[in-house]
């Protein structure tokens, strides 16, 4: 069962637009939502995270809006620039120190110059 | 910054023979993870370690697959008998706090 689902699998969009990734959860106890951004052949790399406790998220150019309710999030990539071009994932943990990371299948972001 | 060492970066073996993946933390940190990637799709949870102990397995850890930490510093995931549908990229994982793991940069397993 999948338990994080990501949509759209890939985008592309122009240099400078808003790249919109989203991502949705089954398991009502998750409580920790990282993403991670992973370019070929490198480890994914953490990006920006949200706790449930809030409803948005916002590091420079990324933001993360959540809604607990409908169990979606979505990751916001404003100006998006040629580098951000990598694989992003949607992560999602429960309750619990050091409990597993769920990740989503990814969505791949191409940004043309 | 702090990083998480794997090596090999690629292994080639043939199918029944034993692999064994290293692993490096990042020195401090007490929590320690496995996962396991095929053609660039979402990271599988293997295991995730405590301290050294054993927190978690997955049910794609397989009998066939153990853990250990042979001198308190490096982690190895050892596959014996290695099968075709091992093929992957194993990436370990290490954090400090329990949460949002630093990786690796990945082994590559080729099993022919």
């Known amino acids: 069962q999948q338990q994080v689902r990501q949509s759209p699998q890939s985008l592309t969009v122009w240099e400078g637009e808003t790249a919109i990734l989203n991502c949705s959860y089954e398991?009502?106890?998750?409580?920790?939502f990282p993403w991670y951004q992973q370019f070929p052949g490198e480890g994914p790399a953490l990006l920006i995270a949200i706790r449930s406790v809030s409803d948005k998220k916002e590091d420079g150019r990324f933001t993360i809006f959540f809604n607990k309710r409908e169990k979606k999030l979505s990751l916001h990539i404003t100006d998006s620039q040629p580098g951000d071009s990598a694989t992003y994932f949607c992560?999602?943990?429960?309750?619990?120190?050091?409990?597993?990371?769920?990740f989503g299948k990814g969505a791949k972001l191409t940004v043309s110059p | 910054g702090p990083k998480v060492l794997q090596i090999p970066s690629h292994q080639i073996i043939d199918m029944g023979q034993m692999v064994t993946l290293n692993c490096d933390p990042v020195s401090n940190h007490l929590y320690f993870y496995w996962y396991k990637q095929i053609l660039g799709q979402q990271m599988e949870f293997l295991v995730n370690?405590?301290?050294?102990?054993?927190?978690?397995k997955s049910k794609l850890f397989k009998d066939q697959f153990s853990v250990e930490r042979p001198d308190g510093s490096y982690f190895t995931l050892k596959i014996q008998p290695t099968a075709l549908e091992d093929s992957a990229v194993y990436f370990c994982a290490s954090s400090s706090t329990g949460e949002a793991p630093l990786f690796g940069e990945g082994t590559r397993l080729s099993v022919l």
């Open positions: 370690f405590y301290n050294g102990k054993v927190m978690e």
């Open positions: 992560a999602a943990s429960g309750q619990g120190t050091g409990s597993k990371l769920s």
């Open positions: 398991n009502s106890a998750f409580d920790y």
